[in-house]
């Protein structure tokens, strides 16, 4: 199921339950994809997998990458190569999206994906990218920037989407950085 779309069970039985309304929710025997993932329906007789695919895929997916080493980033990310350096990996556009730099912690791993808008994706089409796959926990503001915060549906990573504020519309930078491992 694509998020927002929604599925009416026609096994036996009744009493359906999700291990995770988050990703897809059961009313009565209507399933309703909510978030990207996967998970299990069951009851006491049966049970199925609904895997709940993206709507919106304006960016190259930066979640498979959260944490991982360099060499996870190259291979989770089909886009080519522009520059590599000891602490970054610059990827040319796939999409919509112009050139993607993920920084990398001191401990090698994945922190910061950068410059996924340069006027080609709008911060709403960002916004609903991101609004498919994280569950949005608060916003913020900054010196010359607008902030709202994201955890994962397991709960594990915490992202912030970053908007940084321009006099022009065209040299904003928007960013979505990882915050804990």
């Known amino acids: 199921l694509k998020v927002g779309n929604t ?3 026609s096994l036996d039985g009744t009493d359906w339950q999700s291990d995770n309304d988050k990703i897809a929710s059961v009313n009565g025997t209507v399933v309703t994809a909510n978030k990207v993932g996967e998970v299990k329906i069951r009851n006491n007789k049966h049970f199925f997998r609904v895997n709940v695919t993206p709507r919106y895929t304006y960016i190259t997916d930066p979640y498979l990458a959260w944490g991982g080493s360099k060499a996870m980033v190259k291979y989770s990310v089909k886009a080519p190569i522009v520059n590599e350096t000891d602490n970054s ?27 996924i808008s340069s006027g ?13 796959r994280y569950t ?17 549906l397991d709960d594990k990573p915490s992202i912030t989407f970053t908007k ?18």
């Open 7 to 9: 599925f009416n069970i």
């Open 89 to 115: 990996i610059e990827f040319g556009p796939i999409g919509n999206e112009t050139s993607t730099t993920y920084y990398f912690g001191a401990n090698g791993l994945a922190r910061v994906l950068v410059n």
């Open 120 to 132: 080609k994706v709008s911060e709403a089409e960002i916004l609903k990218f991101l609004n498919e």
């Open 136 to 152: 949005q926990i608060g916003t913020g503001s900054g010196q010359g920037e607008q902030l709202i915060n994201y955890k994962s």
């Open 164 to 181: 940084y504020i321009s006099p022009s519309p065209l040299a904003g930078t928007m960013t979505i950085s990882y915050l804990k491992f």
